[in-house]
């Protein structure tokens, strides 16, 4: 067994607290059945939010998925001048058998131009 790092990312439309809550969800949930995870799995997660959305704290909706006894934290992403709006990001640690190369990183609506280059993506366009 081995200390992993899973990233992933969503964009979303608008920054509503709901709509928050269910694009992480969304993320979270497709990052544990894209890797073979459970929740005891994890370690960490780090999130991060730009500074355009305000309506509320992305670990909230992974404690809605179960995350309760699993470190969460919130952070406020670099604002850099033509980065994308609405980003939502993510670094899990995790406890797992999988080789760094089998890691299966996650990317959401638009924010599947942010790295292309990873195996799993998913647009809305």
């Known amino acids: 067994m081995a200390v992993r790092a899973v990233r992933g990312a969503t964009q979303l439309d608008v920054d509503d607290e709901q709509h928050m809550y269910d694009r992480v969800a969304e993320l979270v949930t497709d990052v544990l059945e894209a890797n073979g995870l459970g929740v005891d799995d ?16 992305p670990a909230f909706a992974a404690r809605q998925l179960g995350f309760t006894d699993v470190p969460l934290m919130c952070a406020r992403e670099l ?19 999988l080789s760094r190369a089998e890691i299966t990183h996650v990317y959401l609506h638009g924010a599947a131009h942010l790295r292309r280059d990873l195996t799993k993506v998913r647009t809305d366009e």
């Open 79 to 97: 604002e850099i001048v033509g980065g994308m709006p609405r980003v939502v990001r993510l670094m899990a640690h995790v406890e797992t058998d």
């Open 42 to 57: 994890f370690i960490s997660i780090i999130f991060t939010a730009t500074g355009d959305l305000h309506s509320a704290f």
